[in-house]
């Protein structure tokens, strides 16, 4: 029997770990660590210090290289492909270090639930038992840095991809948008008038950066930033609220 643990980590910092997160990391037999090459190695580095602050077992710790995605104009059957890879390189490890049976720990970036594929790509594994322990959004940590509500008084709010941004625009029936996974700051192709927004990258980090204002000023801003901190960095991790201004 093998048990497998998706576990919410938010954006990175122990801090954000829940008390039901550091039990089922101690509880685990095997925690996998993915690593997402040198231009990412802060995100591993991130896992191993989670791991080294919370484990108070001894838990085996190995890390993995992570396919590539192809990176090509079918982009659902790139991912379908992708996670394929990933659940493959998963069941290989369960296989060599859990022989009899055990419980694994995998540490997802936010929760499992929101944007994230673990549990797509666990759905694939046979003779798995699949339990979730939540975690901090970043959607949460974006709302605490800036001291806002996410949504205005008996509002909806719609949680979207810079991609769809980009591809279908503003979506009807809602005034706040939240924006996630967009690598092109999809912002910049709606008419910034009347739109505010607060944006935050490396949440949660030391490096953590804030902007926020109407997006005709600080839209520009937000995109040169941006850009310098991912040259620094070698990679960004952002996100951000767009809310239509009403009538003064």
């Not at 039990?23 to 591993?44: E, T, V």
Request: proline share 6%; charged share 20%; glycine share 8%.
């Amino acid at each position: 029997m093998i048990i497998l643990h998706l576990i919410g980590i938010g954006t990175g910092n122990p801090d954000h770990l829940t008390f039901a997160a550091a039990k089922a990391m101690n509880a685990a037999d095997l925690i996998l660590l993915p690593r997402k090459g040198d231009a990412k190695s802060d995100l591993i580095d991130l896992r191993r210090a989670i791991c080294a602050e919370l484990l108070t077992n001894p838990v085996q710790i190995v890390e993995f290289d992570m396919p590539l995605r192809d990176d090509r104009h079918d982009y659902v059957g790139a991912v379908i492909g992708w996670h394929d890879a990933i659940a493959a390189l998963w069941m290989e490890q369960i296989t060599a270090r859990l022989p009899d049976g055990g419980t694994l720990a995998l540490l997802v970036w936010g929760d499992p639930s929101l944007y994230d594929s673990s549990l797509r790509i666990a759905a694939r594994l046979p003779d798995v038992e699949v339990r979730v322990v939540p975690g901090i959004t970043s959607i949460q940590v974006l709302t605490a840095a800036h001291a806002i509500c996410l949504n205005d008084l008996a509002e909806p709010v719609l949680i979207t991809t810079g991609r769809r941004l980009r591809e279908q625009g503003w979506p009807d029936g809602a005034d706040s948008l939240v924006v996630m996974l967009d690598g092109h700051c999809a912002f910049q192709t709606l008419p910034a008038e009347g739109i505010d927004i607060w944006w935050g990258a490396y949440l949660g980090m030391p490096q953590e950066t804030l902007a926020q204002g109407p997006l005709t000023v600080a839209g520009p801003e937000i995109i040169q930033r941006r850009a310098a901190l991912r040259q620094a960095h070698g990679w960004i991790m952002d996100i951000y609220l767009l809310r239509k201004r009403g009538p003064v």
